[in-house]
């Protein structure tokens, strides 16, 4: 007898089994990325001397850090929405799930603006 959990794969393909695959794929990224985000500041660096300086000086001097932390912020935002997305399908119809779900997509291009705006122009510090 075998029991399963969770969503069934979409027998359609199309944007559904997009959603689908993209929603587990960005887990397993986000896993990766915060636990070696984890390790590199808990026990490359130590926690007790960053500060914001050690961010701006350390970690954003270098366009790598920023790309890293932007993917990250991305990879969380998308797969968040994603995830919202599929619950508002599943327990609401009509007008309202067409309400929540266009102010979900809005709200989530929002955030990826205010995100890439914050991590790309962030002033570069002038090493001495």
Not at 117 to 123: N, W
């Amino acid at each position: 007898m075998s029991t399963r959990s969770g969503r069934a794969r979409p027998q359609a393909g199309g944007f559904e089994l997009f959603v689908w695959y993209f929603i587990r794929l960005s887990g397993l990224a986000l896993f990766v990325l915060a636990l070696a985000h984890f390790s590199i500041l808990h026990f490359l660096y130590d926690p007790a001397e960053q500060d914001s300086d050690f961010i701006t000086n350390m970690r954003w001097s270098s366009i790598f850090w920023r790309a890293t932390d932007w993917l990250m912020l991305m990879f969380v935002i998308a797969h968040s929405s994603f995830g919202v997305r599929v619950v508002v399908r599943d327990y609401t119809r009509g007008n309202v799930r067409t309400f929540l779900t266009m102010g979900l997509y809005l709200l989530a291009i929002v955030l990826f603006g205010l995100g890439t705006i914050v991590v790309m122009t962030l002033p570069r510090p002038i090493m001495s």
